[in-house]
């Protein structure tokens, strides 16, 4: 049969089953298998001859872009990303418990731009406040900071003036 009644109130196809419970799979993973799955064979690895010991990555919401299962954006759970946002502040990313099986709406984004230091306390009440990845504060914090700092506009040059005394004749 092309189209059948299975345990959904929809008509499905066999083809719909196949892509839901492919996509489920992910769901059904544990971290730490997906953790083993993705720590070798990933798209966004950087491997370079000269650093054999250092491994990059350029995952989505890996604060420091080292390759550990601690900074990993795809294999846990609770994430959080800083990011820059444009000319001035920083987007800060934290994925929520709820709309696990839509992905487009499981990252929660909130831009932050006011100073570097108000934009440490709210990094730090978001995570280390919140009991959410309290592990991460520090290089979120880290990280902001220099964005920020590189979204700074160069002080101009300023020559010194030089004081000309004037000889009394």
Do not use: C
Not at 84 to 106: D, F, S, W, Y
Not at 114 to 123: C, D, F, M, P
Not at 152 to 169: E, H, M, N, Y
């Amino acid at each position: 049969k092309v189209g059948f009644r299975g345990p959904f109130t929809r008509r499905t196809t066999p083809h719909a089953l196949q892509d839901s419970a492919r996509n489920s799979i992910a769901f059904i993973m544990s971290a730490d298998l997906q953790w083993a799955v993705l720590r070798n064979n990933s798209s966004f690895l950087l491997k370079r001859k000269e650093a054999r010991k250092v491994v990059m990555t350029k995952e989505p919401n890996n604060l420091t872009g080292l390759n550990t299962f601690k900074y990993s954006g795809l294999a846990n759970k609770r994430v959080v990303g800083v990011e820059a946002n444009g000319e001035r502040g920083v987007v800060l990313t934290t994925r929520r418990k709820a709309g696990a099986q839509k992905p487009k709406t499981q990252l929660r984004s909130n831009t932050l731009k006011s100073n570097g230091r108000a934009i440490n306390k709210t990094l730090a009440k978001e995570t280390a406040g919140n009991f959410y990845r309290a592990d991460l504060a520090k290089d979120a914090q880290r990280r902001a900071s220099a964005i920020t700092r590189s979204q700074r506009k160069a002080a101009g040059k300023t020559t010194r003036k030089t004081l000309r005394w004037k000889s009394k004749a």
